[in-house]
């Protein structure tokens, strides 16, 4: 089978080309692996603050490439690009890892409805029990997709070619790499900038102070720009443009064919179902809440048969996959598969006893969860790879509507399992992403995959020690932390606290058809590809903001005109330029908690 059209696109106009590590040169080494320890746990506490604040979570791949190059050239000056691979994917794991505080969230904001009866709480030490072990079994069963998802399908992973390129443009020499570094600068520059003087920095437009001295006050700035006639109902569901140089990097790389295919999807959702649902009575209010908790339900339908359609009609290379690791020894690149097997059945066991433990989950359920959450991470791992979003949300989703169907009434076991499948995707997802960035610079892929396994329960222990305090903090709500995906996860389980029949009929014929469409378009695609909407597309396209997308598109427009125009120039600049936006971004989103829990700024 041929690479996805957006895995040819960027491969064409990157500047970096696949290579191999010289013979010799050191990899995982000590000084890597304590760096990359420490880079995880300063990951893992800050970035809780920034996915509940922003509601989303920037590439923490190419931050982590950064402070591994800061960290190790401060004390070193011979390392290389293959060490601080290993920083960031320590960092990369800890990042995902503390993406589930969301659950965390959601958890608190059950707790807050007493209509419920929700009493669960989880203390520090038992979410780092259920993270890390949840988190291991993500990156065990993610280990034989690499030569599935990376090596014979090709996938983008877009934020694995950024942290790739950043990596290479801190560890490069000579004026082609002088000039992708500047066009990174200067990307990153704009891309902090951009961030700092967007009205979702709270901490500078509300009057942000550093070391007790006011920095900046009241900014004119506002988040996005949205269209007329329709400003006040497009502004309710987030359809304008963001002022995000993340979302235009990110579009930059992803390629038009996504770009467009996920613009379809954010019309359908923000623009045409909204006043449909109100007019038939389905939704109460012109808000983006609640037009959500119908959409996701066809958006997630799609996501998943065309996941689980492509995969099946690929099924020769995932047999050979199975079989290539099968035969692999500890001395080979790839991580040996009979460890593959050991650490999934020990990671296992373990999550199988805490969430009996210490959320009273029968045995049977958290077991159904884990053989559920197999084919929804290989659905999400071919989204990530194709269109940059990690359904992490939409699968876990999935699995609510699963448990809603088997524990009808059972919230917590519905909260639990969904946490299951979040957990798992998160690690995975992870984890593909540093699998393509040692593809394009040659590092060893077990390595890559040590250094995994000791970062996750590093970053769960940051997170669970970092969330408690974030939350007494800030708190919940508009004048605190927001935390979207939270409010959907609890308000779903909520609905789904009724049973399945609580779900209005609109909603399940929705998903059927668009389960249907998903696997026509996937059947389409291998003929037709060219002028095939992509069905993955389409569905992420359904569930982020609109001003995201929007953005993301442009970004595909800026790309298609520069290599239209400027070939040769593209092919220097525009994939550093792009990496530099979604950089600049994610490390100022990240700097601003890690100076708060510091406490050098006050917000």
């Known amino acids: 089978?041929?690479?996805?059209?957006?895995?040819?696109?960027?491969?064409?106009?990157?500047?970096?080309?696949?290579?191999?590590?010289?013979?010799?040169?050191?990899?995982?080494?000590?000084?890597?692996?304590?760096?990359?320890?420490?880079?995880?746990?300063?990951?893992?506490?800050?970035?809780?603050?920034?996915?509940?604040?922003?509601?989303?979570?920037?590439?923490?791949?190419?931050?982590?490439?950064?402070?591994?190059?800061?960290?190790?050239?401060?004390?070193?000056?011979?390392?290389?690009?293959?060490?601080?691979?290993?920083?960031?994917?320590?960092?990369?794991?800890?990042?995902?890892?503390?993406?589930?505080?969301?659950?965390?969230?959601?958890?608190?904001?059950?707790?807050?409805?007493?209509?419920?009866?929700?009493?669960?709480?989880?203390?520090?030490?038992?979410?780092?029990?259920?993270?890390?072990?949840?988190?291991?079994?993500?990156?065990?069963?993610?280990?034989?997709?690499?030569?599935?998802?990376?090596?014979?399908?090709?996938?983008?992973?877009?934020?694995?070619?950024?942290?790739?390129?950043?990596?290479?443009?801190?560890?490069?020499?000579?004026?082609e790499a002088k000039k992708a570094a500047r066009s990174m600068a200067i990307g990153t520059i704009l891309s902090a900038l951009t961030m700092i003087f967007r009205e979702d920095a709270k901490v500078f437009k509300e009057g942000g102070k550093l070391g007790g001295v006011t920095i900046w006050n009241k900014l004119p700035f506002v988040e996005s720009w949205y269209f007329t006639p329709f400003a006040q109902n497009l502004e309710a569901m987030v359809f304008g443009i963001s002022w995000s140089l993340l979302s235009l990097g990110s579009g930059m790389l992803v390629g038009m064919r996504i770009n467009a295919s996920m613009l379809i999807g954010t019309i359908i959702s923000w623009?045409?179902?909204?006043?449909?649902?109100?007019?038939?009575?389905?939704?109460?209010?012109?808000?983006?809440?609640?037009?959500?908790?119908?959409?996701?339900?066809?958006?997630?339908?799609?996501?998943?048969?065309?996941?689980?359609?492509?995969?099946?009609?690929?099924?020769?290379?995932?047999?050979?996959?199975?079989?290539?690791?099968?035969?692999?020894?500890?001395?080979?690149?790839?991580?040996?598969?009979?460890?593959?097997i050991g650490g999934s059945a020990i990671s296992a066991v373990a999550l199988i006893i805490v969430q009996k433990v210490n959320l009273g989950m029968p045995i049977w359920m958290t077991v159904v969860a884990m053989i559920l959450s197999i084919p929804l991470m290989l659905v999400s791992l071919r989204v990530l790879g194709e269109t940059n979003w990690g359904p992490i949300s939409a699968m876990s989703n999935m699995m609510q509507g699963v448990f809603g169907i088997l524990a009808p009434?059972?919230?917590?076991?519905?909260?639990?399992?969904?946490?299951?499948?979040?957990?798992?995707?998160?690690?995975?997802?992870?984890?593909?992403?540093?699998?393509?960035?040692?593809?394009?610079?040659?590092?060893?892929?077990?390595?890559?995959?040590?250094?995994?396994?000791?970062?996750?329960?590093?970053?769960?222990?940051?997170?669970?020690?970092?969330?408690?305090?974030l939350r007494d903090k800030y708190g919940f709500g508009d004048n605190g932390l927001s935390s979207p995906i939270s409010v959907k996860w609890a308000g779903f389980a909520q609905l789904l606290s009724k049973g399945i029949g609580a779900l209005p009929p609109s909603a399940l014929w929705a998903l059927l058809i668009a389960t249907c469409l998903g696997i026509v378009l996937t059947l389409l695609e291998q003929r037709f590809k060219r002028f095939t909407p992509s069905p993955t597309g389409v569905g992420i396209g359904m569930l982020v903001p609109g001003s995201a997308i929007i953005t993301m598109f442009l970004g595909g427009v800026v790309e298609w005109t520069w290599r239209h125009f400027a070939a040769k120039n593209a092919d220097t600049h525009l994939v550093p330029m792009a990496s530099g936006f979604i950089a600049g971004e994610a490390i100022v989103a990240v700097l601003i908690p890690v100076l708060v829990a510091m406490g050098l700024m006050a917000i």
């Open 1 to 175: 089978m041929s690479a996805p059209a957006t895995a040819k696109s960027i491969a064409d106009v990157s500047p970096i080309t696949p290579s191999l590590k010289p013979a010799g040169a050191p990899e995982f080494t000590v000084r890597a692996v304590v760096v990359g320890m420490g880079v995880a746990a300063v990951i893992g506490a800050s970035y809780p603050y920034v996915v509940m604040k922003l509601g989303f979570g920037p590439n923490i791949s190419v931050v982590s490439a950064f402070f591994g190059y800061l960290a190790l050239g401060l004390f070193f000056k011979d390392f290389n690009r293959w060490e601080n691979n290993i920083v960031q994917t320590a960092g990369t794991a800890a990042g995902q890892t503390a993406f589930m505080c969301v659950l965390m969230a959601a958890f608190d904001m059950l707790r807050l409805r007493p209509e419920l009866n929700f009493t669960l709480t989880l203390s520090p030490l038992q979410s780092f029990m259920w993270l890390t072990s949840a988190g291991l079994l993500g990156v065990f069963l993610a280990v034989p997709m690499r030569q599935h998802f990376v090596v014979d399908e090709k996938l983008p992973f877009a934020d694995g070619i950024a942290a790739a390129e950043t990596l290479v443009v801190l560890d490069s020499r000579g004026p």
């Open 409 to 469: 009434g059972h919230i917590a076991a519905n909260m639990a399992a969904s946490g299951v499948t979040g957990t798992i995707a998160a690690e995975s997802e992870g984890l593909m992403q540093d699998y393509k960035t040692g593809e394009i610079i040659g590092s060893t892929p077990k390595y890559l995959t040590y250094a995994q396994i000791l970062a996750t329960p590093v970053g769960a222990a940051a997170v669970s020690l970092m969330y408690p305090l």
């Open 271 to 340: 623009v045409i179902a909204p006043q449909i649902l109100l007019d038939h009575g389905i939704i109460e209010h012109f808000k983006r809440r609640e037009v959500l908790l119908w959409v996701m339900w066809p958006a997630t339908g799609m996501l998943v048969s065309a996941g689980l359609t492509a995969l099946f009609l690929r099924w020769k290379l995932l047999v050979k996959t199975f079989r290539q690791l099968s035969h692999a020894s500890v001395d080979s690149g790839d991580f040996p598969m009979r460890w593959v």
